[in-house]
């Protein structure tokens, strides 16, 4: 119940932002995806989206020039790093993956625990970050103020001097264009009954049946937008605890933000400590039934699956949910 009331929530703030925002970005979003929401207070333009394109991949935002955004969420390694962790200044690592940005826009609860909300909730933090990029926003503003090209462009597109929130804003903007759909899966509900290899239908009513992923990973992202415990990492001397540390609820230990399955197969490795390199591992896990703790959600137990059935269920979520429509994102010029 707990899980249901968040998505419920979830839901209804995500319709409550998409038509409380000005207008929609204005591009055809792909097929599969809703309309991209967009805050009240944060409205897309182009202006600002390229302001926060030139953001997003300045290492300037990191105390020694050496980190950008685009340095733990690569367009070239799926908007994530493909490693196990993130890597930030001083080649100091984190205790956690770092989510792909794709469709991020979308989803309320922001990183692995959902300690921030929206796109433009989550900007600054890894700016501040002491592992990350480790500056203060006030040093993150007198910095962009001395680029009298970041200075101009403010100007422009909010019509005052540099302000944190209006990286965030911006940086937001970004992100919120960078949509992945149009995969083989929605042309195959679309009509297209070849855009599904056999192998891939097979995997598909797995999914939504026997292998009971939908149950979680639902609705147009494939995912339910909650939080919960599967077991991962958890029997370590000293677990990462998840959305405990946020809620401190105790039916929130060691529960994690259900990841999008869009796209899956461009960011190995997986799950939130990136402790499993392969699809065919985590699907292993998941047929194992976790690992068992007090808190381990109700929606995880052995699933029994056979051999060929834990590779069709593969084959669904590698070539089913992989994208056409990929956004391939070249790094900007930056301002001087």
Known sequence: MRAFGIVIVGLLVAVMVSHAGAQHWPREVPLGLPPVPQLPDNPLTPEKVAL???LYFDPRLSRDNTVSCASCH????GWSNGEAVATGIRGQKGGRSAPPVVNAGYLRFQFWDGRAQF?????????????EMDMTLEELVERLKSIEGYRKQFQQVF???VQAEDVARAIGAFERTLLAGNAPYDRFKAG?????????QRGMKLFFGKAHCSACHSGPLFTDGAFHNIGVGILKENPDLGRYEVSKLLGDRGAFRTPSLRDVARTAPYMHDGSEPTLEAVVEYYNKGGTPNPQLDEEIFPLNLTEQEKADLVTFLREGLTSEDYP???PPELPK
């Open 52 to 54: 926060g394109k030139q």
């Open 74 to 77: 690569d367009p070239k390694k």
């Open 119 to 131: 796109v433009e909730g989550q900007a600054l933090g890894p700016i501040q970050n002491p592992i």
């Open 159 to 161: 019509g005052r001097d």
């Open 192 to 200: 297209d009954t070849s855009a599904l290899s056999e192998a891939a």
């Open 328 to 330: 391939v994102v070249d």
